[in-house]
């Protein structure tokens, strides 16, 4: 149980143009769900804390409207990333929250970003 | 702010060699601590926990102990395998309410390679 997915799970945009990444977990209601960057061989970064029905909390330094977050329903979250540039190259993974222990979180395989 | 210090890697060890990889916290708060592991291709997995000073969380073999005292939580493994080839990263989360619960900081992670 507590499997959470993510898709695409390697995309290939160009420059100035956006991309949607959504998370969803499968079998179970998250009611909180996180995003994360993780630089080659560097530990994850969060980015922002996504809750069902508001707006997301975003990490200090993280741009609000470049990382657009939105978490409409129980079981899907979804990162935009805005006017893409090279530098937003990464590995971004999502997260949810556990239904029975609110520190646990599941993983999603994550997403592979390259803005050519 | 709240920090989790892992020790360099990457490792290389044998087949039936014993493990240990250090990790050290700061925190404001009283924490969770937490081992993820991320295979290759894969997301992070939960690989074991403490919730409170003196615990000990184990799984798989590997075990790690909450010290209080010395603020560690280092992960150890009496005979690894091959398949225990992955990224281990150590993570807290404070248990206290506000803003910061349920959030995840991470140790730069560590690169264990296990040969036959």
């Known amino acids: 149980g507590a499997v959470v997915s993510q898709h695409p799970s390697r995309v290939i945009c160009k420059s100035g143009t956006s991309v949607k990444i959504e998370c969803r977990s499968l079998?179970?209601?998250?009611?909180?769900m996180f995003w994360y960057r993780q630089f080659p061989k560097q530990s994850l970064m969060l980015m922002a804390t996504?809750?069902?029905?508001?707006?997301?909390?975003?990490e200090q330094g993280v741009e609000k409207d470049k990382f657009l977050i939105n978490h409409a329903s129980l079981t899907l979250s979804t990162l935009t990333v805005t006017s893409a540039h090279p530098e937003d190259s990464s590995f971004y993974i999502c997260?949810?929250?556990?239904?029975?222990?609110?520190?646990?979180?599941?993983f999603g395989p994550g997403t592979r970003l390259t803005v050519t | 702010g709240d920090s989790v210090t892992q020790m360099e890697g990457p490792v290389t060890l044998s087949e039936e060699a014993f493990l240990t990889i250090n990790c050290t916290y700061t925190?404001?708060?009283?924490?969770?601590l937490f081992w993820y592991v991320q295979y290759p291709g894969e997301g992070l997995q939960l690989l074991l926990k403490a919730t409170k000073a003196d615990d000990k969380g184990s799984n798989k073999g590997f075990e790690a102990t909450y010290r209080k005292e010395t603020t560690s939580f280092h992960l150890e493994k009496g005979s690894v395998q091959v398949s225990d080839s992955a990224v281990y990263f150590c993570?807290?989360?404070?248990?206290?309410?506000?803003?910061?619960?349920?959030?995840?900081?991470f140790g730069q992670g560590t690169i264990l390679t296990v040969h036959p």
């Open positions: 996504s809750n069902e029905g508001s707006k997301a909390t975003y």
């Open positions: 079998d179970f209601q998250a009611t909180t």
């Open positions: 993570a807290l989360t404070l248990n206290a309410g506000g803003t910061s619960y349920g959030k995840l900081t």
């Open positions: 997260s949810a929250r556990g239904p029975l222990i609110p520190y646990e979180q599941y």
């Open positions: 925190a404001t708060g009283y924490p969770s």
